[in-house]
């Protein structure tokens, strides 16, 4: 079983995919963290984000592996667990920048289908472009959106409770300008795919999406059974 969950940043993707995953028995995947990694191992190198030569060859050396089960993930970059490094945010914005690197794309996007096929049981991933571009095919596919404001509000309460200084404006800001490059980009921009089930989580807390979620995977199973 593949579940593929895409959407802007802040709409609840990684925290209801490690749900889903729990709850179904399946490998967790948050490729957004393996385009952090990269991003980190850019940092480390030194590298320009304006290199691409340099930073596809980064992404195509690296060796980055998820491991563990979805409640402590582990994001492990060279043989280091860079769990928390990858979440500074000067990581954070180095990533959108390397995302948008259609050649860092197409060797991350086979790392993702690789690990995804990995798992006899399936695996749920997470990001911008799985349902439309990674696993066109997925069993299922959700599309979480919601409010710049909502979102906005969601990370600035995140950053805050890890100590981050910053102001609900800036995150704002940076939450606009994410959702621009994430759409405009020329390679896999974000977009809802066809078959895709598009959820507003605007006013809905994290349990009500869950609910919604499982209940259109048990009836699509039921279905078919």
Do not use: W
């Not at 890890?162 to 994430?182: M, P, Q, V, W, Y």
């Not at 795919?193 to 699509?220: G, N, P, W």
Request: hydrophobic share 40%; with cysteine.
């Amino acid at each position: 079983m593949i579940i593929a969950i895409d959407g802007p940043s802040g709409a609840g993707k990684s925290t209801l995919g490690k749900m889903l995953a729990k709850e179904l028995g399946l490998l967790y995947l948050d490729t957004g963290a393996m385009y952090r990694a990269a991003a980190l191992a850019a940092l480390k190198e030194g590298i320009t984000l304006d290199d691409t030569e340099k930073l596809a060859s980064i992404a195509e050396n690296a060796s980055i592996e998820l491991v563990g089960d979805p409640d402590s993930l582990k994001v492990v970059l060279n043989g280091q667990d860079v769990s928390a490094e990858i979440r500074t945010l000067e990581v954070a914005q180095a990533a959108s920048e390397v995302s948008t690197i259609s050649e860092v794309r197409r060797i991350m996007v086979d790392h993702q289908r690789e690990i995804g096929n990995r798992d006899n049981n399936g695996c749920v991933l997470e990001g911008r472009d799985i349902g439309s571009v990674v696993f066109p095919h997925a069993d299922y596919k959700f599309f979480l959106t919601a409010k710049p404001e909502a979102r906005a509000l969601r990370r600035f309460a995140e950053d805050s409770a890890k100590g981050h200084s910053s102001t609900f404006e800036k995150t704002l800001e940076e939450i606009n300008e994410r959702d621009a490059r994430d759409v405009s980009r020329a390679d896999s921009p974000l977009t809802i795919a066809a078959d895709a089930i598009v959820i507003d989580t605007s006013d809905l807390d994290l349990t009500e999406v869950f609910e919604q979620m499982l209940a259109k995977i048990r009836e699509h199973r039921a279905e078919t059974a």
